[in-house]
């Protein structure tokens, strides 16, 4: 899995720039004695900014990108000139991206739409002049203050697809071979468990031109929300549609036990899941005649639709697009709203933490080693005595 182009996670230290100190400095020209102070501000340390972006679709631009630094803030000069500002450094990621801070597994912020920016991490203020100092007591300021300190944080950047409708079920039923019948994405199908490793995003043409978005997720089983099978890792794709397909095939033993199974798992990843609109498909009914069918009926689920499908034969694939049509579009889900309207994402545990980063390849720490000048605390303002004019007479 690690050389896939599929990358919905990624780990990067990140840091702002911090603010450029004010200056002391005392104004120094011919025929003008006491000319007072003159020291001007630094500048204001770049910010860390995350902006959504809707030509990426992964986060695989990321996944060498180690850590980000943002530029400091210059430090300001005699003569009230201000330190340049650093420069902010953005760093774009496909919509659906959740940041969350690698120390804590705390949610820091969720990027869902095109162009939104939020600032990861403010860049320190810079310091002001002594030149603001001054005061008719205090003529000549020695002092200024120092810039902001620049702030730090590795990050976990995870792609949660915004898709309309999530196909969940166990591997092997059918859903990738549902995708390929609906849209024109053309996943691996296979007889055999997880084929699908990654997820797959279709568009299904509805009627007069309308479409919606479908996403494919490698199967789940039952344990996936403690990390069994492709687990966790996928799990989270789940989240951000906002209707859910659940596909169980017409031979399984007892199709609601399964059903019930799925939801179970999705339920404790997050109870938020069981707020999603759902609808059920029982797939490979070609291998069921209409006598079976009838006795099946009434052992279903009944509180949510139903339909019986083959992806095969096309039989229930139009009645199946009308009701997940309808159920998108009723009030409690109107697309739009519930896309922009984030799901609450649940802060991470730390086992959980370590667990996904092994998966990932990722718990190797890394040290990152840079230079930083004297810290900000036992900061002393360099200045040469001769640029001091004395302090004003009385
Ligand atoms: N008879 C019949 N077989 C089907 C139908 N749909 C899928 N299959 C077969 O079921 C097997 C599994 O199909 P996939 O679409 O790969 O299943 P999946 O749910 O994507 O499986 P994972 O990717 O492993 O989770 C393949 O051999 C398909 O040919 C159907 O409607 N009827
Ligand atoms: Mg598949």
């Given amino acids: 899995m690690a050389e896939s182009n599929f990358v919905d996670y990624v780990k990067i230290y990140c840091r702002s720039g911090k603010g450029g100190r004010g200056s002391v400095h005392m104004r120094r020209e011919k025929y003008m004695p006491n000319g007072g102070p003159d020291g001007g501000d630094g500048g204001r340390g770049g910010h860390v900014i995350l902006r959504g972006n809707r030509n990426y679709w992964t986060l695989l631009h990321l996944k060498y990108e180690r850590h980000v630094f943002a530029e400091h803030g210059g430090n300001g000069s005699k003569n009230k000139s201000f330190g340049k500002d650093g420069a902010d450094k953005i760093i774009e990621v496909p919509c659906g991206t959740v940041a969350y801070n690698a120390e804590t597994g705390e949610y820091v912020c969720d990027i869902t739409e095109h162009g939104q920016e939020v600032i990861l991490l403010k860049g320190g203020r810079g310091g002001l002049g002594n030149w603001h100092f001054r005061t008719a007591t205090r003529q000549a300021p020695r002092f200024a203050q120092p810039g902001e300190p620049m702030q730090e944080m590795t990050v976990i950047l995870e792609l949660k697809l915004l898709a309309d409708v999530g196909l969940v079920g166990f591997p092997n039923a059918g859903k990738s071979t549902l995708l390929s019948t609906v849209s024109a994405a053309r996943p691996k199908i296979a007889n055999y468990p997880f084929t699908t490793l990654e997820p797959n995003l279709g568009i299904v043409s509805y009627r007069e031109g309308k479409s919606f978005v479908m996403a494919d997720i ?40 399964e059903y019930e199974v799925l939801l179970n798992e999705l339920a404790r990843f997050n109870p938020e899941m069981l707020d999603k609109q759902r609808v059920l498909a029982i797939t490979k009914s070609d291998m069921l005649d209409e006598e079976l069918i009838a006795m099946l009926e009434p052992t279903l689920p009944q509180d949510i639709p139903h339909v019986f499908i083959s992806s ?48 990932m390849g990722e718990d190797e720490d890394f040290e990152f080693e840079y230079e930083d000048e004297a810290d900000d605390e036992d900061f002393e303002y360099e200045y040469e005595e001769e640029d001091w004019e004395d302090e004003p007479q009385k």
């Fill in 218 to 257: 490698p199967g789940i089983i039952e344990g996936a929300s403690e990390g069994k099978g492709l687990g966790l890792r996928f799990l989270r794709h789940i989240e951000r549609n906002s209707l859910l397909l659940f596909m169980v095939p017409g031979d399984t033993d007892d199709i609601r036990k």
């Fill in 312 to 359: 095969i034969t096309g039989l229930g694939i139009s009645e199946l697009k009308d009701i997940l049509w309808t159920e998108l579009n009723k009030d409690s889900n109107q697309l739009e709203a519930v896309r922009r309207e984030a799901i609450v994402h649940r802060a991470k545990n730390l086992t959980e933490l370590q667990q996904e980063l092994q998966d």
